[in-house]
């Protein structure tokens, strides 16, 4: 049975648009939705009563273990046979591909990778494969120190000369909660400072790993440069109020774009600029 149809949400896309300074971006009905930005624009609410402690819906949609309670978006990839049109209807169907229980130096790790299919009028549209971890509570002393994000607004690309390299980025909470808001993301670690440093031990608000992939195909989209797949992946937490530095390496078939801090990868993506096979 085919599922329901989704909306490409057009005032979720002129709230991301505005999120993100994307001025040059066609946000009418009918323009193509750049690749990665169906995260938000697709985005439902979960029902209440079936989100967890941590924020996350415990519906057994993914096979979760008791004893692994920290999930984090590892990365992913995406292939665009043609791009979302703003305002159109469209169907997603997601099974899980994989299940795989390992050892990581934290202890023992679940990865759960999942597989999108978004279909359009014309047929498949876009392939999308997301990697999930599942990682033990922290132990010992939690973050000691704790600090409280800064108010410091991204500060993205205008164009891609390559000699103003790198760019910055700084996600504060206002903007964090725009974001979770944008992708109904209810994970307590992108708003709630108490529970990100207290019960997760982080030393502040995490910046979404999905906002970081985004920001950096921004990069990418605002060169020109065609998108036909995107892999991504998330290397380390960015704290919120924490500056991260972006970088593009532009090559006749692919970009290579990533977001560090100080020397710490955070993130990266690579772009095929041609067509490609799906995830």
Known sequence: MRPPGLLVDPETVHA????LGADD?????????????????????????????????EDGSLPTRPDLPRRMFAGGSLVVHRPLRIGSTVHVSRSVQDVKDTEGRSGPLRFVTVRDV????????????????????????????PREPTSVLPAGPSGLDASAQPWTFTGDAP???????????T?????????????EGYEGLVVHGPLLAIVLAETVRRSGAAMHRV??????????GHRGELRTEAGPDSTRATLSEHDRLCAEITVHHHIQESP
């Open 16 to 19: 991301l648009a505005d999120l």
């Open 25 to 57: 971006l066609d946000v009418a009905a009918g323009a193509p939705l750049p690749p990665l930005w169906h995260w938000a624009a697709l985005a439902r609410w979960r029902p209440w009563a079936s989100l967890g402690r941590d924020g996350h819906a």
């Open 118 to 145: 978004v279909e359009d009028q014309d047929g498949i549209a876009l392939e999308e494969r997301q990697d999930i971890v599942y990682r033990p509570a922290p132990t010992g002393p939690t973050a000691a120190t």
């Open 175 to 185: 903007l964090l909660m725009r974001f979770s808001a944008l992708t109904r993301n």
């Open 187 to 199: 994970h307590r670690i992108h708003y709630d400072h108490p529970y990100a440093t207290g019960v």
């Open 231 to 240: 892999d991504h992946r998330g290397r380390s937490a960015l704290i919120a």
